[in-house]
């Protein structure tokens, strides 16, 4: 017998959770219990104090990360549970495949009090979850 599965329960169950973009508008979270660095030996965000603090810059060249030097503009330092807003989806740095495995690579423009930012999908979580 054929199971048919319809895609909007594979995007909805617990395993694909991750994957659900975020919206402008939308209210979100800092997380520093990410990938700060990759299992490839990536930064997906400056230095980390191992505190919960984490360091986020103004923005991350698409076109170059990874790299070593993707990282521009001010930094900011934020903490585990900071609250953001998101601004835009920015897109997934060239270099990286665009295969949905990679969706942690996905760039987000974000404002964090007065500041804009380019945070990696890995360092966000919505607060709605």
Do not use: Q
């Amino acid at each position: 017998m054929l199971n048919l599965v319809k895609l909007s329960d594979i995007f909805n169950n617990g395993t694909s959770k991750k994957m659900k973009t975020f919206e402008p508008g939308e209210i979100v979270k800092i997380t520093t219990t990410g990938f700060n660095w990759t299992s490839d030996g990536w930064a997906t965000v400056g230095n980390e104090s191992g505190k919960g603090e984490i360091e986020i810059f103004e923005r991350v060249d698409l076109n170059s990360y990874p790299s070593c030097n993707d990282f521009y503009g001010k930094s900011y330092k934020v903490n585990h549970g900071d609250i953001a807003m998101v601004i835009k989806y920015l897109g997934r740095p060239f270099k990286i495949g665009k295969d949905t495995h990679w969706f942690s690579y996905d760039l987000y423009e974000i404002m964090i009090g007065n500041n804009t930012c380019h945070v990696f999908k890995e360092n966000l979580v919505a607060v709605r979850d």
